[in-house]
Structure formats: C-alpha cells, structure tokens
C-alpha cells in the first residue's frame, strides 16, 4: 500500500472512483478547486490502483474532513479504518484541536466508522444533501477532539 499526496494527475482515476461511489458525486472542479486551494488531500495505491482517498481543509485550529472515499471494489475490508487514522494523525501534526465532519443521515456505514474513531454527534443540519426528485436529506455534525488526553483512543 502507497500512501501519496493527491494531485491533479490523480484527478482522472479519483473522479472514476467518486463517481461510482457517490449518488452524488463531487465534480471534478471541486476536486480541482480544493488542490488548488492546498488542501491535504493523500490517497492510498495497491500497485497502480487507486484503492481510496481523503481531503481535509485546515481552518484555524480545526481541521475539516472534505471527502473520504473507498473504491466499491474495496470496501468492507478496512480500508476506511486505515484512512482515517492516517487523516487523524495529519490532523495531530498540523496541531489542531479538533476534526469536523458532515455525513448523510442515512449513511450508516460511514457513522458507524466514524463513532468507532472517537467522533462523537454535535448538531444536525436540515434538508443539507440532495436525494433526488427535489428531495433532501439531513446531515448530521461530528466533531472528533483531539486534546492531549483522548490521543490514547487511536
Ligand atoms: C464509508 C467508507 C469510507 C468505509 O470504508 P470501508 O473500507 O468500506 O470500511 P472498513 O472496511 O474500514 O470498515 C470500517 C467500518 O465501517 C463500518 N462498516 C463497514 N462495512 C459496513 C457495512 N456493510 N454495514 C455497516 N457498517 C459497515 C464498520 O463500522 C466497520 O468497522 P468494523 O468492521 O471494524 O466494525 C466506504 O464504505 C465508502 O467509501 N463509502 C462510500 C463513500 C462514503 O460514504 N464516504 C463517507 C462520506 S461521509
């Protein structure tokens, strides 16, 4: 496994895998705006296969996951874990205090990774992700403290 900063040669191979992971995916032009922008962004590689990838966006002393994302081909077989505990460990080195997140009420597989990390549930926000057919859905807020004293949780 190879670990490597996302960059926009990998755009082509990240947008395949968004789109067959997401009902609605980021574009491109969000992927190409966030590099950009010197958000951290790493992706994981087995061989030349792009396997997963995360983004984050640093605002003052938190840090914003963006998009965390497994190949369907590759889910359930702890990819998502390792992609977060290397997000969280990013995270401690740029010192922040804490690692926001939104994540689609319904996407119980995510919550569930997310809770097992040390996230915990601090707000919702109403009508937030498309659905389809003029419909949404509510996000729910996690916040993951990374004070000194709960560094032993990972
Ligand atoms: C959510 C996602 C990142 C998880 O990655 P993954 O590689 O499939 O997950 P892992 O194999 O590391 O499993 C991590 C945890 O996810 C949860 N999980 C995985 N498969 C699950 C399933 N079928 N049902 C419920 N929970 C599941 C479990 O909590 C699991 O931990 P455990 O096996 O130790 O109990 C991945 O499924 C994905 O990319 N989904 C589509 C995009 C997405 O929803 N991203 C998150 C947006 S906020």
């Known amino acids: 496994m190879n670990w490597l900063p996302m960059t926009p040669a990998d755009l082509d191979a990240v947008v395949a895998v968004e789109q067959s992971a997401y009902t609605h995916p980021w574009t491109r032009g969000q992927f190409a705006d966030s590099l950009a922008a010197g958000y951290d962004a790493w992706l994981v590689r087995e061989q030349e296969e792009l396997i997963g990838y995360y983004l984050v966006m640093p605002v003052l002393d938190e840090v914003h996951l963006l998009n965390l994302t497994v190949a369907p081909a590759h889910q359930g077989k702890g990819h998502g874990h390792a992609l977060l ?62 004070a000194q004293d709960e560094r032993a949780l990972d």
């Open 85 to 146: 505990r290397h997000m969280l460990g990013v995270a401690r080195l740029a010192d922040a205090q804490s690692v926001w997140l939104e994540v689609r009420q319904s996407n119980e597989r995510a919550l569930r990774l997310y809770l097992q990390h040390g996230f915990e549930r601090v707000g919702q926000r109403r009508d937030y992700y498309l659905v389809g057919h003029g419909r949404r859905e509510m996000a729910l807020v996690l916040r993951r403290l990374l």
